[in-house]
């Protein structure tokens, strides 16, 4: 007989609180069977759903995403169209998050020009990071609503 956990050992396990593991059943996201006593009893597949979870959330994945993309493996037959649905919703969230590290990066290329520009103050410091600056907010204006970047092209130094 497969071993079955209560919630709170689900919540040990994991590092769940055991209110985020009823809200999960409540919404749908995982509901585990519950015995006479009314009470939940994961199984080893449920603590394997709950640690995707945690994976998917930490990937920038909201509950409603994972509620509605990822219930396949649950399925009796596995229609081809819905997993390239899901395969198309997946490419696009990994297109999301490189654009997202491509973001951070610039960023940290600011921050450590700006404070190397504040550890040796010069001219010349000074004016690679006005360069870094435009770069910067030229590749923010192409993503912004062009009602948003009116007038703001004539901004140099």
């Known amino acids: 007989m497969e071993k079955n956990y209560t919630i709170q ?3 040990q396990m994991l590092g769940i609180p055991k209110d985020t593991l009823r809200y999960y059943d409540r919404i749908g996201v995982v509901s585990p069977p519950r015995r006479e006593n009314r009470y939940r009893r994961y199984s080893r ?5 709950l640690m995707n979870i945690q994976i998917m959330q930490y990937a920038d994945f909201s509950l409603d995403e ?3 993309k990822f219930s396949f493996h649950r399925m009796e037959s596995i229609d081809p169209a819905y997993c390239e649905e ?3 919703f997946l490419d696009a ?3 999301e998050t490189l654009k997202k590290i491509a973001h951070l990066e610039k960023i940290s290329q600011l921050l450590s020009a ?3 520009t504040l ?4 001219p010349e410091n000074d004016q690679r990071l006005a360069e870094i600056v435009r770069k ?4 923010i204006q192409k993503d912004e609503p062009e009602h948003v970047k009116e007038g703001c092209d004539e901004i140099e130094d």
């Open 119 to 122: 550890r040796n103050f010069n």
């Open 86 to 88: 899901v395969a198309v």
């Open 114 to 116: 700006a404070a190397g």
């Open 136 to 139: 910067i907010y030229k590749d």
């Open 9 to 11: 050992e689900v919540s």
């Open 45 to 49: 597949e449920d603590l394997i759903d």
């Open 66 to 68: 994972i509620k509605g």
């Open 93 to 95: 969230k990994k297109a």
